[in-house]
């Protein structure tokens, strides 16, 4: 049972244009949806955070939407830029210990 | 200030030989945290703790052992390794205030042949 799904393992897209990474979960009792970013040979680092109860979270050109209907969200970058390649998780978090499930991950290639 | 350190970076191990892995933070934080990432399937908690002295099983935690003597450790034990077991570990450490993410250390790379 996989309560958070990353269905693209990959994107491709042009320096400067917007990237769009999609997620989906199904457990109705998160309570805060993440964003990592992943270099190889690194640790992740956190991008950006949204609660449960908001719709969208924005943090310079990354937006985080959330749509609790759908049980989904999506991870906007713009403009995209090289140094955005990375692999990007989303994860949910579940209860007080702030215990994360992280999903499959996309890759991420921003081209010059 | 280090932030989330891991010891070692790299290690192979033959099958049945144990290992610890040591995590170790610097930021005073109640929250600590074990993950083994593999390809295709993102990061799966093993093993978390919410404070010194206690410890939790998490998604994946046949296999392994941990324990938080100190506030600023977490040790994860392999007793018998396993080829299963190849993977890059991750340690994360996290405050407990509702806001606060977790940090994660940079890996350990673990191949058991």
């Known amino acids: 049972d996989q309560q958070v799904k990353q269905n693209s393992p990959s994107l491709s897209v042009q320096e400067g244009r917007i990237s769009i990474l999609n997620c989906d979960y199904t457990n109705s009792m998160f309570d805060y949806f993440l964003w990592y970013k992943k270099y190889p040979a690194e640790g992740p680092t956190f991008l950006i955070s949204i609660s449960s109860i908001k719709d969208k979270n924005e943090d310079g050109r990354f937006t985080v939407f959330l749509n609790k209907s759908a049980k989904h969200l999506s991870l906007h970058i713009v403009p995209s830029q090289p140094g955005d390649s990375a692999v990007y998780f989303c994860a949910g978090r579940s209860g007080n210990t702030g215990k994360l499930i992280f999903g499959q991950g996309t890759t991420l290639q921003v081209k010059p | 200030n280090a932030g989330v350190t891991q010891t070692p970076k790299f290690r192979v191990l033959k099958t049945g030989q144990s290992m610890t892995l040591l995590c170790a933070q610097d930021?005073?934080?109640?929250?600590m945290y074990w993950y083994r990432q593999d390809p295709g399937m993102g990061l799966r908690l093993i093993h978390y703790?919410?404070?010194?002295?206690?410890?939790a099983k998490g998604e994946v935690p046949d296999g392994y052992n941990v324990s938080r003597l100190k506030k600023q450790n977490f040790l994860l034990g392999l007793e018998s390794a396993a080829p299963s077991q190849t993977s890059v570990y991750f340690c994360a450490s996290r405050g407990v205030l509702g806001t606060d993410t977790q940090y994660f250390g940079p890996g350990t790379r673990l191949t058991v042949l």
């Open positions: 703790s919410v404070g010194e002295g206690t410890t």
């Open positions: 930021m005073n934080h109640e929250y």
